[in-house]
């Protein structure tokens, strides 16, 4: 088992911004507010769709950001939401935050669904600050902006396809070929020691895991050689990849090979025997293998089992073999497990929000206070600052939040430059 691992920006989309209007009829010289409100901003939801297994998809799109609600018009008219932007995923996925490394969500079942980032609420139009006391407010929200962070996305992969077969055959090397995995390669005999999974992708898009397995030799079911324990990794494939070396180079029989490594898949587990089989033939490009290989269909006397003739080092037949096994995943079902699943606790959703303080003061070199944090400048950038009548109001909610009295705490006096992002303004007393 191998953790697939990759790194992905997410964004809520904005609000859209709320309107000042007045109303505007015929003989009415000044009517009433009528700016509407902005519409939300689309979420960013990952969605669990069975049909993926592998992360592969994000190695190319690493941005999503949905899109951001329409803004308010005039007439009250209200803008539309923006939609939510839908993403797959493999059953698996642990999605966590970048930054705190704080799970945000476990997606397991098919069809289950979380928010990841959450788009802004839209700005109120002017209409919703109407009061007695101001009946024709000149004062409207921007949108909200949509929650942005980075995240990881991990998932725990189980091989679909093993390759068995004796040691040198040359499993390594064709891992090598077809996927991104560095296994180590050498012509001595139990180079690999521990599996090796990498992700395959066919040249018409469908991808799945492959393990490299240590060589197997007789009395493997035994425990002779390093066997043993690694037919429990193919325990859990679904489709055996039985590579032979078809050069005689080493002396053995290619035949031989093929029935003592069945005859080890058998003793081990009868079932082992029941997973499709691909045969691979490797090593076509050296001078006997020709000839070999007509001998061993001969031997095998059976038109209906394929074999597919290869060359993992000249990177010949490969495109067909991938083909065979990305067909008979199609088709094959996942075989139930002999050993307990992992205790892992699954179907949770965890959600963790965030306990950072409002805002938060620094000093930057030139002496200016520097006002940040998410809860301010979500504030900051929900105010128009075009409208006066807006701005006292960002003042009023700064003051609320105790910002005034943290700054003459900090030792702030008058005249001094507060910023917030890339705004600045005098601290007034
Ligand atoms: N001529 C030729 N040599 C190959 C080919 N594929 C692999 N080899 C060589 O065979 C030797 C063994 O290759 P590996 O890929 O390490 O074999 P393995 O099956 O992984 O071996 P173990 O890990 O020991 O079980 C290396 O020297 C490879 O270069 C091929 O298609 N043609
Ligand atoms: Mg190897």
Not at 254 to 268: K, M, V
């Amino acid at each position: 088992m191998f953790v697939d691992h990759v790194k992905v920006y997410v964004k809520g989309g904005d609000g859209g911004d709320g309107m000042v209007a007045f109303r505007r009829e015929k003989y009415v010289a000044y009517g009433g507010p009528a700016g509407g409100d902005g519409g939300k901003g689309g979420d960013v939801v990952f969605i669990v769709d069975e049909g993926l297994r592998t992360l592969m998809d994000f190695r190319y799109q690493r941005h999503f950001k949905a899109p951001r609600g329409e803004h308010g018009g005039s007439k009250n008219k209200h803008g539309r939401g923006g939609e939510d932007l839908v993403v797959k995923v493999p059953p698996g996925t642990v999605v966590k935050d970048a930054e705190t490394d704080l799970v945000i969500a476990d997606l397991v079942e098919q069809g289950q669904t979380a928010v990841i980032a959450k788009g802004g609420r839209g700005g109120r139009g002017n209409s919703r600050f109407a009061t007695p006391q101001n009946s024709a407010p000149e004062l409207s929200e921007k949108g909200e902006p949509g929650v942005d962070r980075e995240i990881v996305l991990e998932l725990k992969v189980l091989a679909d396809a093993g390759l068995v077969g004796f040691p040198s055959v040359g499993k390594s090397t064709l891992l090598s070929v077809v996927s991104a995995a560095k296994p180590k390669i050498a012509d001595y005999h139990f180079t690999t020691l521990v599996p090796n999974l990498g992700m395959v992708e066919t040249v018409d898009g469908r991808t799945f895991v492959l393990a490299d397995l240590p060589g197997l030799i007789e009395g493997a079911h035994e425990g002779v050689g390093l066997g043993h324990q690694f037919l429990r990794h193919i325990e859990r494939t679904r489709v055996i990849i039985h590579v032979i070396d078809m050069s005689g180079l080493e002396g053995r029989d290619p035949y031989d090979d093929y029935t003592t490594i069945n005859a080890e898949l058998e003793q081990y587990n009868l079932r082992l025997l029941e997973r499709p089989q691909i045969i691979v033939a490797n090593k076509m490009d050296m001078p006997d293998s020709e000839e070999n290989l007509n001998r061993f269909k001969e031997k095998l006397n059976d038109e209906t089992v394929r074999i597919f003739p290869i060359s993992a080092i000249a990177r010949q037949g490969l495109d067909d073999l991938l083909f065979a096994v990305a067909d008979l995943l199609e088709t094959t079902p996942e075989f139930p497990m002999n050993e307990q699943h992992d205790d892992e606790e699954h179907s949770v959703m965890y959600k963790h929000e965030s306990e950072t303080p409002d805002f938060k003061i620094t000093r930057d070199d030139d002496g200016a206070y520097v006002l940040s944090g998410y809860t301010l400048e979500r504030l900051f950038k929900m105010t128009d600052f075009n409208f006066d009548q807006s701005v006292r109001k960002f003042a009023r909610q700064m003051r609320g939040m105790g910002v005034d009295d943290a700054l003459r705490e900090r030792g702030a006096q008058d005249g001094d430059i507060v910023r917030i992002l890339d705004f600045e303004f005098e601290f007034i007393e």
